[in-house]
């Protein structure tokens, strides 16, 4: 028997596409990954799912780096004195060293550093990964597997050529088919098909969000950055305290959870080739971004326009869905 999994993310994409497999009365298991970086009401949105559509409840699953922690602390001890790493800094690395249970910051110690657009290293160790050693691996050995996933080739370049349906087989295990059933979809669709279903969309998606998945992501837009600063301050809180813990995680003793030429003033660093922090001067950390997308003009002023835009109570919907 042919095993169909639905992977959900909380956000428009995957909704659909619990959707269509539940209309298409396929029987199936919905899963998602927790981050560790999700706003609650994603959270809440998928885990409501099965209640408000009569169909399967939404597993959720997590990584867990206990193990990888212990090696990445052994291998400080054992190997930093040798690369010439000071005593202080080796003593503060394995002071933090320690599985919090928050699978992004876990990851991001245990990286030591935090993912980029260049190397995106999240999506593999907290979502692919967990779904595919905890769920997809284990029902592969019980028989076939079709696995949905909501992508679009619209979202991005990097998926314009995905195909609807991929095979990949694996010795040893049954075959595992991806189906990509909105591939020619439009955000619109998505908004549209889930609307005629009786859906409403995740809330975040009125308050300023084009995606919903990781809050903030690493690859916001600068008006997302100012809707979660206006409205969610709470947000950029977290990622302060989780850059410091970072920080003391690192050899060179800094972590930036944004690309360091996000803001003007940590561009010119790049550009003049800082590459990490010299002399005291460090790239913009979180709240500096906070600060930033803010503001207008390049940067160098606050608007007033933009704090009425975003104000926190008004809808200030991305797709229009306030119209």
Known sequence: MTNHIVNISGGKDSTATYLLAL??????????????????????????????????????????????????????????????????????????????????????????????????????????????????????????????????????????????????RTPGLHIMRFYRPLIHWSAGNVFSYAAACGLEPNPLYLQGMSRVGCFPCINASKPELRAIATRFPEAFDRIAEWEAICAEASKRGAATFFAGDTTPEGASMARSGVTGHRGGEQYPRAHAVAEWARTDRGGKQFSWIIDQEVDGLSCSSHYGLCE
């Not at 209309?23 to 990954?33: I, L, N, S």
């Not at 970086?37 to 949105?45: G, L, M, Q, S, V």
């Not at 602390?73 to 004195?81: I, S, T």
């Not at 800094?89 to 928050?102: D, K, N, Q, Y």
């Open 23 to 168: 209309e298409r009365g396929v029987p199936f298991r919905a899963v998602m990954a927790d981050t560790g970086n999700e706003h609650p009401d994603t959270i809440a949105y998928a885990l409501s799912l099965g209640e408000r559509t009569g169909g399967p409840t939404v597993e959720m699953f997590k990584a867990d780096f206990t193990e990888r922690m212990a090696k990445k602390r052994a291998f400080v001890a054992a190997k930093w004195p040798e690369h010439g790493v000071p005593a202080d800094v080796i003593e503060r690395a394995l002071a933090v060293l320690h599985p919090t249970g928050i699978p992004f910051l876990d990851l991001c110690m245990w990286k030591g550093r935090f993912p980029s657009r260049r190397a995106q290293f999240c999506t593999e160790f907290l979502k692919s990964e967990v779904i595919g050693s905890q769920v997809i691996e284990p029902a592969r050995c019980a028989g076939p597997v079709i696995q949905w996933l909501g992508v679009r080739r619209a979202e991005s370049l990097a998926r314009r050529n995905s195909p609807m349906w991929q095979t990949v």
